[in-house]
Nanobody
Framework: QVQLVESGGGLVQAGGSLRLSCAAS????????MGWYRQAPGKQRELVATITNGGSTNYADSVKGRFTISRDNARNTMYLQMNSLKPEDTAVYYCKVVRGFINVYWGQGTQVTVSS
């Protein structure tokens, strides 16, 4: 099992910044891709950004140029730096890790609210 704990969410004005963290613990060997997803009220969960253990990144078009995903393998922690936040970024943000290319784990989510 892998346990994921997210932190860093909160309320911010449009144009502001937040940094989310996702700390992994437990059976963390062979963690491959890590990623951030978000779910707004009444909408499906959507991909925000992913990063492989080699550092390759992928972003949703809606966040390109504003968000940056990174990971510290030594600390087993992933980050999402969110700049130039917009009200439409308001959602619950979840971290996800894939271990051994098969096992998928989700965090409990952290609320991000952007006021206009």
């Amino acid at each position: 099992q892998v346990q994921l704990v997210e932190s860093g969410g909160g309320l911010v004005q449009a144009g502001g910044s937040l940094r989310l963290s996702c700390a992994a613990s437990g059976n963390i060997f062979n963690i491959n891709t890590m990623g951030w997803y978000r779910q707004a009220p009444g909408k499906q969960r959507e991909l925000v950004a992913t990063i492989t253990n080699g550092g390759s990144t992928n972003y949703a078009d809606s966040v390109k140029g504003r968000f940056t995903i990174s990971r510290d393998n030594a600390r087993n922690t992933m980050y999402l730096q969110m700049n130039s936040l917009k009200p439409e970024d308001t959602a619950v943000y979840y971290c996800k890790v894939v271990r051994g290319f098969i096992n998928v784990y989700w965090g409990q989510g952290t609320q991000v609210t952007v006021s206009s």
